[in-house]
């Protein structure tokens, strides 16, 4: 797949509400998530783990103050799925990887996977990316890893944001059926009453990989903003796409030190190596490597 885009495509929509209290974006991957499962075969628990961060990468590029051209969410602990990283770029290109895509962990109380029992203790880590080479990056340590806490903390201590954040991926026997999540930003000068009446809306509803099994992108705005006005600013598609490439990861193993790259060659000197976010796989004769 090197350059090349899967097959399934996902919805990002971004909003106002609330007379101008709230900024919101929602995102639906479910067909994404499903098509990236079957071809990493990843287990339930590291599927729902790369699935809330994609979803939140995605939420977050978007809804950025001043829109990244790339951003890059990385989530690292001390459990054994070790890490995660998602990245979303402006033309609404998603890719990911899971540093163990067969963990199986307990779940929580209540049937609901143990994500946070895979990531265990460490940091989440945002980069973002703009034109002409700039970036900027920050990190907090992880509260839960469940990522949709982790992921409104950062917003909080380092965005000086006050929002709800809600990630979900929901799997069956058959697959993926519902992944995504939403974010919503309060604003300054939000009345208090006005948020309290978005809290008690989130306080009473279903988890949001049921609401979007139930009725997609639409019925999470629906449950999430009740009572509220509320007003579609965008609505963009999303898709898993690589940028990897032969010259690009030929670069990348010209950078190894040597005895790297001997210990990978072949017996005719030649080295066969992978994409880790999409498992293209290419093959470099002993000559190209000279």
Known sequence: MSNETLTAQGTLELGMAGNGAFRWAVADITDVMEEVRDRFDLWPVPAAALGRCLAGAALLQRLSTKTPSRLMLEVRGDGPILRVLAEAD???????????????V???PGGKLGVGRAVGRGYLRVLREYEKGNSYHSQVELVSGEIGEDVAHYLAQSEQAR?????GVLG???????AGGMVVEVLPGAPEETIARLESNIAGMRGVS???????AEHVVEQVLAGFDREIKEVRPLRYRCRCSRERLLNHLALLPAEDRDYLKADDGAIEADCAFCGTKYRYTAEELA
Not at 90 to 104: A, I, T
Not at 163 to 167: H, R
């Open 90 to 104: 402006d033309e609404g290109n998603l890719r990911g990887l899971v540093g163990d895509g067969r963990v199986q």
């Open 106 to 108: 307990p779940d929580w």
């Open 163 to 167: 929002s709800a954040v809600l990630l």
């Open 172 to 178: 069956k026997p058959s697959g993926v059926v519902a």
């Open 210 to 216: 049921h609401l979007l099994e139930e009725g997609g």
